[in-house]
């Protein structure tokens, strides 16, 4: 009986590995695309609606701009009573907004962001890889699906790297998947399933890191459109050092000056550690 | 912390408006559904394990002088023993660090978020990992990543101890406040 089960698993698992190959170029046609034209966080209009496209193309019913997120979509295929969901990422950001994370967690470069607003947008995160495998995975799955009881769905999820970039969208401030978990969407999910790319040509499980950041806009009470000159700059930004120094917990950070001396100053800190998040809530 | 931009404005004497985004926790990779992702990327052959490399840096390792004769004796033996598969795994050859919205989610249901290498050792964020992440290596490991994903989701449907855990575990509530 047992070795049965097992022929049909292993019977299985080849279907669904034939049925990914056979669409190989489709899927890598996808990623590619998706990677040559990059767009920003909560921006990726053309990459969900490439990704939406071929899932609807394979028999998925699309949801597209769930929970209010334009660029979101949830994509299912199957009636099981055992709901899987592949998470897609497709959110572009420039490279080496990053500062130097090799020397965490000691204090790292102060950088200006109107320097560095020419680097150029790319998938420096490797996203459309992570959209590739989540629609290979279910398109893979979906002629089982019915046949093991399982319901598969695709959650296009945007904004990824919101924490990370330079100049976030105004008026956004949680990622995609938060915003979509707030919501509601994963209600009913059982499972979530990913794959990130990385150097090497490993496969691995990595912890990650406890980010938070804050953004703050410094403005002077009766100057010119409350803006601060360059005196208040110098002086607000030994002080932000100061007081970052004095603390126990050393973030990376980065300051922002706009040009002219009316305008006001613009300052993120961007926190590493673990333990920050329960600070937060306490 | 919550004050550092206070306290900095009132110090410089100007006003100060705060945002604070939605904090990453720290991820948490389902025990059992990495367990079966680990086992189909050991077939697929992206285990590093299987590489030579491990192999020379074992060597070089009890070859040294200071490992015990006992020690370098017993590894000649019993090599998986003193050396199990998984014993380089987590050590790359590059520091790689990062922070994901995904760790919200593996926070409240089962999840895994596993790295599948694309080839070289470009750091993520770097313009040359841009590059390396359109090369027929990395549309390759793509492919891997997927049918190690499609097999992780058929093992959660087939095996019926872990179809059952999934089931249970689905006790999903929603989550809101975190700027609180």
């Known amino acids: 009986m047992k070795t049965r089960a097992q022929d049909k698993t292993t019977r299985a698992k080849e279907q669904v590995r034939g049925a990914i190959e056979a669409q190989r170029d489709r899927f890598v046609g996808l990623a590619h695309a998706i990677h040559a034209h990059p767009e920003l966080a909560f921006a990726e209009e053309q990459a969900a609606a490439r990704i939406t496209e071929v899932l609807a193309a394979e028999g998925f019913a699309v949801r597209t701009g769930a929970c209010g997120l334009p660029t979101a979509f949830v994509a299912s295929v199957g009636h099981g009573p055992l709901h899987m969901a592949f998470c897609a990422e497709y959110d572009a950001l420039p490279p080496s907004i990053m500062v130097d994370r090799s020397k965490a967690p000691e204090l790292m470069e102060v950088w200006l962001t109107p320097e560095r607003q020419d680097v150029p947008l790319r998938h420096a995160c490797g996203h459309h890889l992570i959209a590739g495998a989540a629609v290979a995975a279910a398109t893979g799955l979906r002629d089982l699906a019915d046949e093991v009881g399982l319901t598969v769905s695709v959650f296009g999820t945007p904004a990824e790297e919101l924490l990370g970039l330079p100049n976030p969208p105004p008026g956004r401030l949680a990622a995609g998947k938060i915003t979509l978990l707030e919501a509601g969407a994963f209600e009913g999910i059982h499972a979530a399933l990913m794959v990130h790319p990385a150097p090497t040509p490993w496969s691995f499980f990595l912890p990650t890191q406890v980010y938070l950041r804050q953004r703050a806009q410094f403005s002077r009470a009766g100057a010119a459109g409350g803006g601060l000159g360059e005196a208040w700059l110098r002086l607000l930004e030994a002080t932000l050092r100061r007081t970052m120094r004095s603390l126990q917990q050393v973030p990376v950070h980065y300051m922002a000056r706009p040009e002219g001396e009316t305008a006001g100053a613009q300052a993120d800190l961007l926190w590493i550690a673990p333990s920050l998040v329960q600070g937060l809530r306490a | ?180």
């Not at chain 2, 033996?77 to 660090?97: A, G, I, Q, W, Y």
């Not at chain 2, 994903?149 to 975190?178: E, H, I």
């Open chain 2, 1 to 180: 912390m919550r004050h550092c931009f206070g306290e900095a404005a009132s110090e410089a004497g100007v006003a100060v408006e705060v945002d604070t985004y939605a904090p990453y926790p720290e991820l948490r990779n389902d025990p059992r559904l990495r367990a079966c992702y680990r086992r189909h990327a050991q077939a697929l052959g992206r285990l590093r394990a299987k590489d030579v490399r491990i192999q020379e840096e074992l060597c070089s390792i009890f070859a040294d002088a200071r490992v015990p004769l006992w020690a370098r004796l017993l590894n000649r033996l019993l090599p998986r023993l003193v050396s199990p598969p998984d014993l380089f795994l987590e050590k790359l050859p590059v520091k790689f660090m990062g922070a994901t919205d995904f760790a919200s989610v593996s926070q409240l249901i089962p999840a895994i978020h596993p790295f599948i290498g694309i080839g070289g050792l470009a750091a993520p964020h770097s313009l040359e990992f841009a590059v390396q992440a359109d090369s027929e290596e990395a549309y390759r490991a793509m492919l891997d990543g997927a049918v190690a994903l499609a097999w992780t989701a058929l093992d959660a449907a087939t095996d019926p101890a872990l179809r059952a855990y999934l089931l249970q575990a689905a006790s999903f509530s929603r989550k809101r406040g975190w700027h609180t």
